[in-house]
């Protein structure tokens, strides 16, 4: 047995950063002694899904080939309210089909 309780060591959750990094200074930036890092590229592509950060972020549903079933008017509240009470619906009906 050791003395009192030794103190827990203390362990960062994270890595620490790599050596290089302490060439990014705000002095090494300011004076060029340091390459800046890469630029963003707009254009990628992730798991075979390509994207456009200069574009839109969403296609809209026409441009998917999917019918739009619900108004365009911007009466989002209401439409989400008739969604809300059709689901409500299937499921009481599944419901009543589960209990027979």
Do not use: H
Not at 11 to 29: C, G, Q, R, T, V
């Amino acid at each position: 047995m050791t003395g009192p309780a030794a103190a827990p060591a203390t362990i960062s959750p994270f890595p620490p950063p790599p050596d290089y990094a302490m060439n990014y200074s705000e002095e090494n930036l300011r004076e060029m002694r340091c390459l800046p890092p890469p630029p963003v590229p707009s254009r990628f592509t992730v798991y075979n899904e390509a994207y456009d950060l200069e574009g839109p972020l969403l296609p809209t549903l026409a441009e998917m080939g999917i019918n739009q079933i619900y108004s365009p008017t911007g009466r989002w509240k209401e439409e989400l309210k008739k969604l809300n009470r059709s689901v409500v619906a299937a499921f009481l009906d599944m419901l009543s089909i589960l209990i027979e």
